[in-house]
């Protein structure tokens, strides 16, 4: 395989590789830095890849492994990145930003209560928007079942947080 064939092979995947990437080890620079080993095994392998009929579907693979091995090295800095990004629609001031700061962590207490399956389905399709096909190539689940974790887990952040919210009036 020469260099023209494998850019057009393989470098029109490079934005879903990376949502992989990062849905697995949830740290930007972490997914770069893998995303980069990726790429170096592909082309140091080129000419055994003409034999692939599925260079998408080897190429995650070979991302999700590299990320598993990874997330099991003692490399591994798994500093969670903030749910910062979510931002609450209302008016600014000094009493309101505090309040909106209480609330995200409220939010991200709960996030991090819910069971493992529902956390990483929640965190890939609300958090990292992937598609619900990545997140069944990610998890390795179906549809229906990615459908209903999510659902539950949903309902059970909006109940624990009227709950808390009635509590704390």
């Known amino acids: 395989m020469n ?11 490079h934005p879903k590789l990376y949502r992989v990437a990062y849905a ?5 620079a972490d997914a770069e830095d893998i995303l ?3 790429y ?3 082309w140091n392998k080129r000419e055994e890849l003409t034999e692939i009929q599925n260079p998408e579907a080897f ?7 590299l990320c598993l091995d990874f997330l099991r090295s003692p490399r591994a800095n798994r500093h969670e990145e903030q749910i910062e990004n979510v931002q609450l629609a209302y008016e600014s001031s000094p009493d ?6 209480n609330e995200l962590e409220t939010i991200k207490e709960l996030i991090e209560q819910l069971p493992e399956n ?12 992937c598609s619900m096909e ?21 309902k059970v952040i909006r109940e624990q947080y009227t709950k808390i919210t009635i509590y704390e009036r």
Do not use: M
């Not at 697995?24 to 930007?28: A, G, I, S």
């Open 59 to 65: 190429s995650v693979t070979l991302i999700k492994n």
């Open 3 to 13: 260099a023209n064939s494998f850019k057009e092979q393989f470098l029109p995947l």
């Open 36 to 38: 980069q080993e990726a």
């Open 118 to 129: 529902q956390k990483r389905v929640l965190k890939l399709r609300g958090f990292n928007d």
């Open 40 to 42: 170096c095994k592909l």
């Open 96 to 101: 309101r930003e505090i309040e909106k700061a």
């Open 24 to 28: 697995l080890v949830e740290n930007k």
């Open 134 to 154: 990545e997140i069944e190539e990610i998890t390795g689940l179906t549809a229906v079942n990615i459908r209903t974790l999510l659902s539950r887990a949903r």
